[in-house]
């Protein structure tokens, strides 16, 4: 049975990545990387042949692929496996073989674009040969790291302090093959030390509760990172109180509190509440503001200003969709068109904020063009106002 079960699942997950990458890179986003990325290599090696060989260049260059080398593990396990799969765990070699070959697979991508980058910085200071021991001792890093991860799940030894420690010697071992190529001696004898330390405290049998929790994990990282870009109805919704918040919370009274107002307060609040809505937006902010201060030009800063503001307005509408239809009309009955109207006044007041955050990035980077900062928020709000309708035309054709 478990001879035949990993590739079913395998091309399952290839489906599920297949579908959401159609939403993800779609024709604006590919523009989008392909003008990002051509200015960044541009800027990357003007910037590079102004340099002189420092120890900052190869902290920069360890510490890029000291993040890159540490791969996930999806072994693609279900809940109902722990139970119907237990007789067989002594067949389960050739299942963990194949699921381990597919997750080194799936960070491949990274680790190319990661050593890349990496290259390009280390041409400034280094020899060939340092280089090509710099990006082998990274790939033998990136498997020990796999395999010792993988390890781990099946001891007592708590994840984050593997991730730690794996972090350490990935930084360690890179900045000091940098000074010296002898030190990849000491960099291999670290990998076999830590891993037989891993491979002697695991358990005598599997952990299955273990390993099923940490695909769940996985599996939920997956789609919340796949919730940037679009609505992800398989993640499982959460809550959270951020105190913080609570100040930008107005409590509706008198004539406020009615069918035509509470709405918009509920939006607010289911806002400030999200588990992963508001420090999305926080990170694609503070995303699209890097970039913006980093590339430096007045056509690129507007073209990737316009762009955050869509994916942002993009991921505000998921607000509309996955609360107007749940709990809220059912205890309080209203009319759609109440619900839509305070959904709009909503939208466009959250929107006209992040419009104002990019124009203040904008003019910080470019103070002399700051009155083309305008065009933002009319973007936000023409934006917005665009999606709004896709959404109710959407609701429309569900209810005829």
């Not at 073209?303 to 509309?320: E, K």
Request: aromatic letters at 16%; charged letters at 15%; proline letters at 4%.
């Amino acid at each position: 049975m478990p001879d035949n079960l990993f590739k079913p699942r395998m091309k399952a997950d290839i489906e599920r990545r297949s579908y959401y990458s159609k939403f993800i890179f779609n024709s604006h986003f590919l523009i989008f990387l392909t003008l990002a990325g051509g200015v960044f290599l541009y800027t990357l090696l003007g910037v590079l042949q102004t340099l002189e060989p420092s120890l900052w260049l190869d902290m920069i260059a360890a510490l890029l692929m000291s993040i890159l080398l540490l791969p996930g593990y999806r072994s693609l396990l279900k809940p109902a496996d722990g139970l119907f799969l237990l007789p067989y765990e002594s067949r389960m070699a050739s299942y963990f073989r194949d699921s381990s070959r597919y997750s080194l697979m799936l960070g491949v991508s990274k680790i190319i674009t990661g050593a890349v980058i990496a290259l390009l910085i280390l041409m400034v200071g280094h020899t060939p040969l340092t280089i090509g021991l710099f990006i082998l001792l990274s790939f033998l890093h990136y498997i020990a790291n796999f395999h010792i991860k993988r390890s781990a799940i099946n001891t007592e030894i708590p994840g984050t302090a593997v991730l730690i420690t794996l972090f350490a010697v990935n930084i360690l071992s890179l900045m000091l093959l940098l000074q010296h190529p002898f030190w990849l001696v000491l960099s291999i004898v670290l990998l076999l030390l830590m891993s037989r330390y891993v491979k002697g405290r695991e358990h005598q049998n599997l952990d299955w509760y273990a390993y099923i929790k940490h695909e769940e994990v996985q599996l939920n990282r997956y789609y919340r990172n796949v919730s940037m870009f679009t609505n992800v109805s398989h993640i499982e919704k959460q809550f959270k109180r951020r105190k913080y918040l609570d100040p930008l919370l107005w409590k509706p009274k008198g004539k406020s509190f009615n069918k035509e107002k509470m709405y918009e307060f509920l939006f607010y609040r289911t806002f400030a509440r999200d588990y992963d809505l508001p420090m999305i937006i926080l990170r694609l902010l503070i995303l699209f503001g890097v970039v913006m201060i980093w590339i430096g030009n007045i056509y690129l800063s507007i073209v990737i200003a316009l762009f955050g503001i869509y994916v942002i307005v993009l991921q505000m509408s998921q607000i509309y969709s996955a609360q107007a239809y749940l709990l809220w009309p059912k205890v309080w009955p209203v009319e759609r068109v109440f619900i839509q109207k305070s959904y709009v006044t909503y939208s466009h007041k959250m929107v006209f904020a992040i419009s104002v955050i990019f124009s203040i990035i904008f003019g910080i980077v470019h103070p002399a063009f700051i009155y083309i900062a305008i065009i933002f928020p009319v973007w936000g709000y023409l934006t917005n106002r665009v999606f709004s309708k896709t959404v109710y035309k959407k609701e429309q054709e569900l209810s005829d």
